[in-house]
């Protein structure tokens, strides 16, 4: 909750009361249309200014209010524009004189919102606009001078407040109002069969005066969610134009019951005086069900948009729209000077003293109330008066004096105020009838994201992310660069920003990207722009980049202590991907404090052989206290030989190695060209077929092509067979022996047809006797991700199977293998930027250059079925240029990435006399 104090900026003891009523409606009470089902409603009263100087009333004793004050208030009452015309200028000679006009107050924002929350930035922007200081005091609750005493009031229902508390005989309609619940007929619309929630804006409680904004929340029965419309609109569209006059009126009668029951059963239960310048929201969920008067099966206190589409976005965007327009009606624009003050006490007391010719005679605070009451009719906006609606004069005065039961004493006070209370909304309704709910907008004037009309104000009103970010700046329209951190376990952003002007759209990352996106969000660095554009012509232009860089958090780590335990996992408990097997950590038999490795006895057979994921803690029972900069990938029953770079040199010498692939594949690419040359010189992004040479100091050749080319239409897309041939025929000469090496694989493209065609292929091309390497499937498409496909759990968990039939064809075929779904699945967390969630591996440019002596990479590029993918499915980055100067050096980082890609480097040397040690990662 967000308390709105308002504060003279010298006098800050000077608060509004804070009020707090609980209302519990009984169902028993109410046996006619207005049902409520077990409702019990706590009530929070937002406090606004409130004037309790009384120092400029002239005391007035009960026994002045005689016949002839009466008299004037009949006068007035025939007078209205007489009336208005009073209240206008004590108005202005309020705001002229009164240390509490708005100028020089600050609004304090008080409560256990952050700043950086969506709706705080809300009341924040809309005040100052409104020309009021804002003040942010988080625990100003707890002040003394701001507290106030906070009392509770149980409201229930007075049996006599209900209009229909004894049934009549059922099947026997005998009143106007049994009539009313029968079907409606009508030829032209499909009945009211729907739920909506209605919002009310209560500005006092005694005497009630209460607007219902015309935007209502409607949910029909062939629907699945629910929808913001304007009242009117969908009373119109369901009913026709006379019965959806008479639905309203219904509408407001039953919720003004309501209202006006629990104030009378509280009447005889409040010791004191209560807040009479406080405001309340309230959301009242009505059924319709075939009929003109709704049943009432809900009652809410705050602003509630459930059930919407996308109740995350949606529902909060609609209810900060509707706090907006609260705000602007409760908070008038606070002028510097008003532009014609009274400047005499003589006009002071003409119109509020008893003791005037022309004196209301009501006390400050009832003077106060019908000065804002006058205020709120003239400036509406999206509200529509809700009560006090006018009945015939006379019955107001019976109603006053036999429903309320006042005292003869009072007759010349309340009475009186709830009569102008009349006479004004009455006086506005016909003035502004033709700006009133009963001649609505068009939908199409109405539709906040309306295509018509020029982008003027290309700014965004908000930027809203799920879950919330922390913005830093805090967000500002004029402001385009932003930055939020994440922790670890969030690898999802949902955002959504939206436009000032509904004439504006909005693209993520490039010209025809989506308004709102799901976005994965990599360890590290994500950058996402926002494009702000105008389409009212046939070339959109874009007119304002907002830029949001996220950062998300490693994995908490605890640095490693003298007495630890090494604990192990399969998976991790987020995402189970066999069910078969347990998640989290487990303790290892056996292990010892010391953290000894075990001696393993035999070097791997194959690059599949099963493992675990180990890492030291202080407990496997809590996953924070171990030290993750130490985990490491362990077979289970061997070791995969670590080749140090002599060695790994050595191997490589006179070898050519082909990888095809996608971009996984190119990234264990990457890593082995840094082990072998100590550092990477030369990198691209490459999508087409590209061959380094000269690499080992030139005894080395690698190549490298994109498969498969998604970007491209279907029809246009190479095979993997054309792919697999174009690549051989561009590395030629190949030497058919496993000195020329053939890495396939990726993501979760490959199946056992891809393997097939690899046979196939190199037995045509007289190259059966290389080595292949197939790099299995990994994790990745796990997120619901906008412009990709993502699959379900029950879709991940299939890829174990296939990535087992693979495996077990692969090794059939007579092929090396690595087990890359296993490694990855027990850190699917831990992906690097890309849209697929799929990269365990990133380069970076190093921020010192190399040695002049160690730059020998060239690079070479070859044509074929290139393209430039304006959104790869991996996602990556745009990086630095390749062709930028020599004297730039990157890194592959990537723990993941780096276990199979050594694992990579020890198949392809297995036949070498390697001696090696397990290597933690």
């Known amino acids: 909750m967000v308390c709105l104090l308002t504060l003279s900026r010298n006098v800050c003891a000077e608060v509004g009361m804070l009020f707090r009523g609980i209302w519990t409606l009984r169902r028993r009470c109410c046996t006619g249309p207005v049902l409520l089902l077990g409702i019990a409603v706590g009530v929070f009263y937002h406090t606004v200014t409130m004037d309790r100087d009384r120092s400029e009333f002239k005391s007035c004793q009960r026994d002045k209010r005689n016949k002839s004050a009466v008299f004037e208030y009949k006068l007035l009452l025939k007078d209205p524009e007489r009336l208005i015309s009073l209240l206008e200028a004590s108005h202005l000679g309020f705001v002229h004189h009164s240390k509490h006009s708005c100028v020089g107050k600050a609004i304090i924002l008080t409560g256990q919102h952050a700043p950086t929350d969506t709706e705080v930035q809300l009341y924040q922007r809309v005040l100052q606009q409104q020309g009021y200081r804002v003040d942010q005091a988080r625990y100003a609750e707890t002040s003394a001078s701001l507290r106030q005493d906070r009392r509770g009031v149980t409201l229930p229902i007075h049996p006599s407040a209900c209009a229909f508390s004894t049934s009549p005989q059922e099947g026997t309609p005998n009143t106007a109002e049994d009539q009313q619940r029968q079907p409606i007929t009508h030829s032209d619309n499909q009945g009211l069969n729907a739920t909506v929630n209605v919002y009310v804006l209560v500005t006092s409680a005694t005497p009630l005066t209460a607007f219902v904004h015309r935007t209502a929340l409607v949910k029909t029965h062939l629907d699945k969610t629910s929808y913001a419309i304007e009242l009117q609109v969908f009373f119109r569209e369901r009913l026709g134009l006379l019965l959806s006059h008479q639905a309203t009126d219904h509408m407001n009668h039953v919720i003004s019951d309501i209202l006006k029951a629990a104030l009378l059963s509280t009447k005889e239960s409040s010791s004191s005086p209560r807040c009479k310048l406080c405001f309340q929201l309230m959301t009242f ?167 018509k009309g020029r982008c003027v104000d290309p700014h965004l009103r908000q930027l809203y992310t799920d879950p919330p970010m922390a913005l830093m700046p805090t967000f500002n329209a004029w402001m385009k660069e932003y930055r939020a951190e994440v922790p670890f376990d969030v690898i999802n952003i949902h955002i959504r920003p939206e436009p000032v002007s509904p004439h504006c759209h909005i693209h993520l990352d490039e010209h025809r990207g989506p308004r709102m996106a799901n976005y994965p969000v990599g360890l590290g660095n994500s950058r996402i722009n926002i494009l702000v554009m105008d389409e009212s012509e046939a070339e959109p232009v874009v007119m304002t980049i907002y830029t949001l860089q996220i950062y998300r958090e490693s994995r908490p780590s605890l640095p490693m202590f003298d007495e630890y335990v090494m604990c192990s996992f399969v998976q991790d408990c987020g995402l189970v991907v066999r069910p078969d097997q347990l998640c989290g950590l487990e303790p290892i038999p056996g ?88 550092t990477l010189e030369d990198w691209d992004k490459a999508h087409d077929t590209i061959i380094y040479h000269n690499l080992n100091l030139g005894r080395t050749i690698v190549s490298y092509s994109y498969y498969p080319q998604f970007w491209l239409p279907k029809s246009q897309r190479p095979t993997f067979q054309r792919a697999l041939q174009q690549l051989l025929e561009r590395s030629q000469p190949l030497e058919n022996s496993p000195q020329t090496v053939l890495v396939a694989g990726g993501v979760q493209w490959l199946n056992l047809n891809h393997l097939r065609t690899i046979q196939q292929v190199l037995q045509r091309e007289g190259l059966e006797n290389i080595m292949v390497v197939v790099k299995s499937l990994g994790m990745g498409f796990h997120l619901p991700v906008d412009g990709i496909r993502s699959l379900p759990l029950n879709g991940v968990q299939e890829l174990y199977n296939v990535n087992k039939n693979i495996l077990e064809s692969a090794k059939h075929l007579g092929f090396e293998v690595i087990d890359t779904l296993s490694i990855t699945m027990g850190r699917y967390k831990e992906f690097l930027q890309g849209r697929c969630a799929c990269h365990f591996h990133e380069v970076y440019k190093l921020p010192f250059p190399t040695a002049a002596s160690q730059r020998n990479l060239k690079i070479l590029k070859l044509g074929g079925e290139s393209g430039n993918p304006a959104n790869e499915q991996t996602g990556l980055q745009q990086h630095e240029d390749p062709s930028s100067p020599l004297d730039v050096s990157y890194q592959v980082k990537g723990p993941v990435n780096a276990v199979y890609s050594e694992i990579l480097l020890s198949r392809i040397c297995v036949n070498h006399d390697i001696n090696g040690t397990i290597r933690q990662h």
């Open 285 to 451: 969920s009505l059924h319709y069900d075939a009929s003109l008067r709704p049943v009432v099966v809900k009652l809410q206190t705050d602003l509630h948009f459930d059930g919407m589409k996308d109740p995350h976005f949606d529902g909060q965007i609609a209810k900060e729209y509707m706090l907006e327009d609260v705000l602007k009606l409760l908070f008038p624009v606070c002028n510097s000077e008003p532009s014609s003050p009274v400047s005499t006490q003589e006009e002071t007391q003409k119109y509020g003293d008893c003791e005037g010719p022309n004196g209301l005679c009501l006390p400050p605070d009832e003077m106060h109330l019908l000065r804002q009451f006058n205020q709120h009719l003239k400036r509406p906006g999206p509200f529509q008066l809700l009560y006090p609606i006018s009945p015939p004069p006379d019955d107001l005065r019976h109603d006053l004096i036999q429903g309320e039961s006042l005292s003869a004493q009072d007759y010349g006070w309340r009475p009186a105020l709830m009569a102008l209370l009349q006479e004004l909304s009455l006086y506005y309704m016909r003035r502004h009838r033709t700006e009133s709910l009963d001649e609505p907008k068009s939908p199409e004037a109405s539709d906040s994201l309306s295509r």
């Open 591 to 678: 292990s010892r404090s010391s953290g000894e490795a075990q001696v393993l006895l035999r070097p791997c057979l194959s690059g599949d052989e099963p493992g675990r994921w180990v890492v030291p803690c202080l407990s496997c029972s809590d996953n924070r206290t171990c030290d993750w900069r130490e985990v490491a990938w362990q077979p289970d029953r061997c070791y995969h030989p670590l080749l140090d770079q002599p060695q790994l040199q050595t191997c490589m010498i006179d070898r050519k190695v082909l990888f095809i692939g996608d971009s996984t594949n190119r990234g264990m690419m990457y890593y082995l060209m840094e082990r072998v040359n100590t």
